[in-house]
């Protein structure tokens, strides 16, 4: 029963990514899409397949920093191939690649999952307040146009009236939180009782275990290059966005405000629970470019071309770090990996 409901989990998962790329593609030209992927110019998207490469290696300096900061040291490649073996994970099994690669480095240097796990929802957390301000910047720079593509465009003037109307939202709000608020009650009267559950005490252990890798960020030796390779991760993003541009005539003339807004979008793409984003993250980057005056044909090709090469880019690194891990273990990653995938965490 367990098997089939994992496979109907990833086949319902595989639909929507399907409905989605049925709905950026209907009642377009397909002729006209693939004559804009055969005619562009690739040496922009090679020259973003080189910076892409760099920003690997600079978040996996990035993730060996905290491990170190977590007492839990270990070898860059080490640490550089767990990462690369998760997100090439990641293009299969919707977002297990962080589980994962925390299995590979505890197979092959003996970090705790737990610990491992922390130190990448910490990653997570942090990417997430960057791509707050990347919205907070997007909205601010271009927010009349945003504002009058959502009202007009997709809410048929409906954004206003809300904007003029804001209870419902507010009182919706307001329930929200009494109900949240209620749920911490109930956990905190019955703490006691929970105690006493073995399972209970197991996920606190686990819960223990996380919390020492989060906090290890606090703990860094140099936090000045951890913020510089954040930024420097970032960076690489952008440019992936913004030199994609050049590969395509309609796109050729944007400026970088169009190319934050496609980083911008399109990583909420990226994070969608599917495999490798596909679907969400090519409706969103052909909205966005919608939104600049690209036609839907010429913002598709966009983010097949854009989307494809960073596929192709991730099984190639990813599938050598594969291999590494693989020739230096006697074990079998790949089992481990896929058991992980489908079964709960243990604090072994």
Known sequence: MKHLLTVLKYALLLSISGALMWYAVRGQDLSRIGHYIRTANYFWLSLSLILSALGYFSRAYRWQMQLDASQNPTSYWRVYHSMMVGYLANLVLPRAGEV????????TAGVPVQVALGTV???RV????VLLLLVSGTLLLDFKTFWTFINEELLAGKADTIARNPTPLIIAGLIALVLLAGVVY???RNLEKLRQIALFNKAMLFVKGLLAGVFSVLKLRNKGAFLLHTLFTWVVYFLLSYLAFFCFPETYGLDMRAGLAVLTFGTFGMAAPVAGGIGPYHVLVQGTLLVYGVSKEAGIAYALVVHGAQTLLVVLL??????AVAASDKG?????????AHEPLTTE
């Open 318 to 323: 990813g599938g050598i770090s594969f291999v």
């Open 100 to 107: 994962i690669r925390c299995s590979v480095l505890r197979r």
């Open 121 to 123: 929802v910490t990653e």
């Open 332 to 340: 079998n990653i790949a089992d481990e990996a896929e058991a992980l």
């Open 126 to 129: 942090i990417d997430v307040l």
């Open 186 to 188: 109930a956990l905190f």
